[in-house]
């Protein structure tokens, strides 16, 4: 993680099983790279909301710390959202993997009982909205549409605010790095 001078990095793959490690029943195959966008519309391709993955003290305080108002099955995702928005540089570990049981009563599937997860979602993403496109804050917030926006990402995307609000400027040992929330690193070694 030091070497590649990442601020969080996670397994690449997560092994689901129910009873046995001998009998995995599917598996998750992680983005290499992590970004803000991709944590939203691809969750199932990011570590973000399994809260498996490490992270540097850097990070931690850069990102405002870990917000634990947010509790239960999303705190993890909430986490990963506000690293990544706050300029983190995410990977997975390429060829490394882990295991997790599934199939019961987890605190995840109690709280997904509890709260619609599009409407609790969009919560989390309010302090983020700018670094999203117009129309689709509108989406997520539309009357017909902030129960359902989640499960209907597959069909509707979230797409990024290309605007300079998304993009700041990083200044790492002596670099001048150009960086996109949605995107990551754009540029390295710009002249001071």
Known sequence: MISNDLDAAA?????YFKTSLEYIDFKWVLNSTITFINNINEMRNSP????NYLFTKSSWKL????NESVGGAWDSWAFACAQLAS?????TLPNSFYFHRHGYESTFVKD???LNESVNLARILVPYFNLIHPDDVDYILNRYYRHSWLRRIENRK???NNTIESLRIKIKKGEILLYDYNEGCLSQGLEN
């Not at 397994?11 to 092994?15: L, R, W």
């Not at 990102?63 to 870990?66: E, F, M, V």
Request: aromatic fraction near 12%; glycine fraction near 20%.
């Open 11 to 15: 397994f690449s793959e997560i092994h």
């Open 158 to 160: 979230i797409r990024s």
């Open 112 to 114: 997904n009982r509890k």
């Open 87 to 91: 300029g983190a540089k995410f990977k």
């Open 63 to 66: 990102a405002g710390r870990y």
């Open 48 to 51: 973000g909301g399994s809260g």
